[in-house]
C-alpha cells in the first residue's frame, strides 16, 4: 500500500494539475482535471475521502495548514474496511497550452492495459465482462486543446502499448454526445489495451466503465 506524501514539487509556471483515484480492490480508476489550482480539487477529494472516517480526520488536520490548502499533496491513503484502500494523487504537468484555455475544456487522454479476462479468449469475451487490470495498469498521457492532437497523442499512446505484443487488431470507435469520447482499441487473443480521448463541457473523468 503506497504511503502519504504530503511534499508538494516544485511547480513551473503554467503548470496544471489533475487528481488520480485508484481502488484496486474494486479494479477502478478515475482521474479528474486538469486544473489550474488544487483548490479546485477539493470537492472531489472531499467527496472521495468522506467514505473513510479517519481520512477525513486526516484530510481535516492537514487542512488547518494554509500551506496545504494551497499547494495539496503528491499521495493521500484512504483506509477503507476489511485492508481495502483508495490512492488519491495529484499529478502536475506544464501544459502551457491547456494552462491558458482553461476553464474551458480540453481533450483528456488516458490510457490502460494490457486489460486481461478471467477465461476465453478476449475476442470472445469482451462483449461479455470487464477486463481485468484497470487499476494497476491506468495511467494518465496528458491534455490538448485541440482534438488531432489529442488524437495524435492517443495513436502514440497506444503505439507504445501494444510494442511488445502479438497479433494484435486495432480498432477505434466515437461516442457522441455531452461528453464526446474517442477510443482507441487494441486486442489480442490474451488482453485488451485501450486509450480514451475525452471532450467534457464540465468534469472530466475516466472510469473502468
Do not use: C
Not at 494552462?99 to 478471467?118: C, K, M, Q, R
Not at 471532450?199 to 475516466?206: L, R, S
Amino acid at each position: 500500500k503506497p504511503v502519504d506524501d504530503i511534499t508538494v514539487p516544485k511547480t513551473p509556471l503554467h503548470t496544471v494539475l489533475y487528481l488520480t483515484v485508484t481502488t484496486p480492490h474494486l479494479d477502478d480508476f478515475a482521474v479528474y482535471g486538469p486544473y489550474r489550482t488544487f483548490a479546485a480539487l477539493m470537492p472531489h477529494i472531499e467527496t472521495t475521502v468522506s467514505a473513510s472516517p479517519s481520512a477525513y480526520v486526516k484530510l481535516s488536520a492537514l487542512s488547518a495548514d494554509p500551506s496545504f490548502k494551497k499547494n495539496g499533496f503528491t499521495t493521500f491513503t484512504i483506509d477503507l474496511e476489511r485492508g481495502a484502500y483508495t490512492v488519491l494523487r495529484i499529478l502536475r504537468e506544464t501544459n502551457e497550452a491547456a494552462y491558458n484555455i482553461l476553464p474551458a475544456p480540453v481533450h483528456l487522454v488516458s490510457a490502460a492495459g494490457p486489460l486481461y479476462y478471467d477465461m476465453g479468449t478476449a475476442l470472445r469475451t469482451v462483449a461479455s465482462g470487464r477486463p481485468k487490470g484497470v487499476a494497476k495498469t491506468s495511467r494518465l498521457v496528458g491534455s490538448y486543446i485541440d482534438v488531432v492532437s489529442a488524437q495524435t497523442a492517443a495513436k502514440q499512446a497506444m503505439d507504445e502499448l501494444v510494442k511488445d505484443a502479438k497479433g494484435v487488431v486495432r480498432t477505434e470507435q466515437s461516442e457522441p454526445g455531452g461528453k464526446r469520447r474517442w477510443v482507441l482499441l487494441g486486442m489480442n487473443d490474451k488482453a485488451v489495451w485501450k486509450v480514451m480521448v475525452e471532450y467534457d463541457d464540465e468534469v472530466v473523468k475516466h472510469g473502468s466503465e
